[in-house]
């Protein structure tokens, strides 16, 4: 077939075909039209300009702009508590407060960082509250978009961590748009997630938006924190605002619930006297404060420390720290502190899933068990993540760590001079299993250091030895590295997803990363790579906003811990536990993360597969976070 010899059309030149060819059909449909016809088609006065054709009888001409719409006056609130970064993937249904925090607002506390998930949104801003200490705000998109963010809400419930959101909706049915705003509308828009969810609020005024918004963000900041869900109905965001401007109320913050002093001086006793005292933190430190006040505890007690990791609790590398010792500490004391436990009972007692499922106490008869928690203030019953009733013998219901000075004070005065020679005695026996242990640890980690594919204790310890002169961040979650690197400072590790909701990793170090990036702190996250599969979109945001993370991949090519899941059904079935990758496995094609992260515009290599090429690669990864953008490390692993 020969090349045509005409030349190719340019838009101009195309336009103008177009124009001619609809005045040829013109012409044509006219010249068809009968006389008569053609008579009454004609205007009447074909030589007067076009405006003076169309007259409205009634004189009244439709207002289409509006110098000052509601959701102005919603950005003043969301500035007002002290917003830095909002969260969201874009939606009609919060168009107006959308374009008043980039053109009223200026795009600045707030900024808007674009996500491409609403799950994604949420989950960041789970991570940057971690960190922070306080919410961001998210908006999504009517029902649509709070169904994709259920799951990340779920996640943030669970884990007890603030999130201020907004999602927009239509409520009055005789102004919504016909088409999809229905179905993107709804009578109850919170119902949703009203079971996962502190606080939610439908505001039908502006006046109702601000006391609204000013109480969320206050229920959000109390312990327990959790997430909180205000409506934006596009009528208030798109009416403008009338003479008289609505008033912010003040914020005035909720004092932490404590401890019964009562309950305060008799934990104090028991743990006073007690020969083996052992105190487990899970959600302890919400801030830099509970994490000293922990310390300034244990120092008193001399007593055994057990981290369950849900926050930074505890200084890794304290001599008091036994977590690596946790079944022998539990098993020996005789009083146990538990404090922001979330499972108490399976912390203490044996449970072993087979096919007649068993359990047996762990802890020594007659240990007396206490628990201070803020949980039991606010526990719903439809989602039932408050785990099984223990047997306790004092119960707070009250925050840890705004308990804890008072517990300090109480345990003070009661120790004698002869109580605080047994205490340094057992303070030092403390001290040396602690060294016993993370010897052991370090042997354990030295297990298939060259093979292939690479050992994620291999992939810890070559991380750890080129960051661990920086001022660093974990911004994930994972065993090795509790257990090999120094973490002593609050915001080294942020806990895990709470619900166990796959794809919070990503996004959630995403998050994390946003908050650290004002310190300047260097933002790590080893990464799952089912869960980034969940949503790849966060790479993207990474890229465009200019977010300094280092993401080094757990790359095992499967959800692991379902392959184990089919091999132990498989064991109890007799039966072939070869199979248990079908449906459980991320190969044949295998995933280039490397590739994936480079085609989102982020700095990608891998994948790795021989050690020795692992340190290199890291090297180069940090120097590109160094200059302020994002870097992904994809490492072929060991299972776990």
């Not at 229905?182 to 505001?203: E, G, I, M, N």
């Not at 001399?302 to 890794?316: K, L, T």
Request: charged content about 20%; proline content about 6%.
């Amino acid at each position: 077939m020969s090349a045509s010899k005409k030349p190719p059309v340019g838009r101009r030149g195309f336009l103008k075909g177009a124009a001619g060819a609809a005045a040829l059909v013109t012409t044509a449909a006219t010249s068809a039209t009968p006389a008569a016809a053609q008579e009454a088609q004609a205007p009447r006065n074909a030589s007067a300009p076009v405006a003076t054709q169309e007259k409205d009888p009634a004189g009244s001409v439709e207002v289409l702009t509006a110098d000052r719409p509601g959701s102005d006056f919603m950005v003043d609130v969301i500035k007002a508590l002290g917003f830095e970064i909002i969260f969201a993937n874009p939606g009609s249904s919060f168009r107006g407060l959308h374009e008043s925090v980039i053109n009223y607002g200026g795009n600045k506390k707030p900024e808007f960082l674009t996500c491409c998930h609403e799950e994604s949104s949420v989950a960041m801003a789970h991570g940057y509250a971690k960190i922070e200490g306080k919410p961001a705000c998210v908006l999504a998109h009517g029902t649509v978009g709070l169904q994709h963010a259920s799951m990340a809400i779920y996640n943030a419930y669970v884990d007890r961590a603030p999130v201020f959101m907004v999602i927009g909706n239509t409520l009055d049915a005789a102004t919504r748009r016909p088409g999809v705003e229905w179905a993107h509308s709804v009578q109850d828009a919170a119902s949703l997630v009203r079971d996962f969810t502190k606080f939610d609020d439908c505001p039908l005024s502006l006046q109702h938006f601000a006391e609204s918004s000013v109480r969320a963000y206050k229920i959000a900041m109390t312990p327990p924190t959790m997430p909180v869900l205000l409506v934006a109905d596009g009528d208030v965001q798109e009416t403008p605002m009338g003479a008289e401007k609505p008033r912010i109320p003040k914020m005035t913050w909720a004092a932490p619930p404590q401890g019964d002093t009562g309950a305060v001086a008799e934990t104090a006793r028991l743990l006073v006297n007690a020969e083996n005292p052992a105190i487990i933190a899970d959600r302890c430190a919400r801030t830099p404060a509970g994490l000293q006040h922990l310390i300034e505890l244990a120092d008193v007690l001399q007593c055994a420390v057990i981290n369950q990791y849900g926050r930074m609790n505890f200084p890794s590398r304290h001599p008091l720290n036994q977590t690596e010792r946790a079944g022998a500490v539990i098993r020996g004391a005789d009083v146990i502190l538990g404090l922001e436990m979330w499972d108490f009972w399976g912390t203490v007692n044996n449970f072993k899933d087979q096919l007649h499922r068993t359990s047996r106490p762990i802890s020594k008869d007659g240990a007396k068990m206490i628990a201070i928690s803020a949980t039991d203030l606010n526990t719903r019953s439809n989602y039932q993540d408050f785990q099984r009733f223990p047997d306790l013998d004092i119960s707070m219901a009250a925050d840890s760590e705004a308990t804890l000075p008072a517990l300090i004070e109480a345990c003070k005065k009661l120790i004698t001079a002869d109580r605080k020679r047994v205490f340094e005695e057992r303070g030092k026996k403390l001290g040396e299993a602690a060294k016993d242990a993370h010897d052991k640890m370090l042997v354990d980690a030295s297990y298939a250091w060259d093979a292939s594919p690479i050992s994620t204790a291999r992939l810890a310890m070559e991380l750890y030895g080129q960051i661990k002169g920086k001022d660093w961040s974990l911004v994930s979650n994972n065993p090795w590295p509790q257990r090999l690197w120094n973490f002593d400072k609050h915001y080294q590790y942020i806990g895990g997803a709470g619900g166990a909701g796959v794809g919070y990793g990503s996004p959630a170090a995403v998050g994390a990363a946003v908050a650290n990036k004002k310190y300047g702190r260097l933002s790590v996250n080893i990464q799952n790579d089912g869960d980034l599969m969940y949503a790849p979109g966060v790479l993207w945001t990474e890229a465009h906003h200019k977010i300094p993370l280092l993401t080094v991949m757990h790359n095992n090519r499967a959800y692991h811990q379902e392959v184990m899941h089919l091999q132990r059904m498989a064991n109890r079935h007799q039966r072939d536990i070869t199979t248990a990758e079908v449906g459980t496995t991320l190969k044949n094609p295998n995933i280039d993360y490397g590739a994936l992260a480079r085609s989102m515009g982020v700095h990608g290599e891998g994948p790795i597969t021989d050690p020795k090429d692992l340190g290199p690669a890291i090297a180069r990864a940090m120097e590109i976070v160094a200059k302020g953008e994002p870097a992904l490390v994809d490492v072929v692993t060991q299972p776990r």
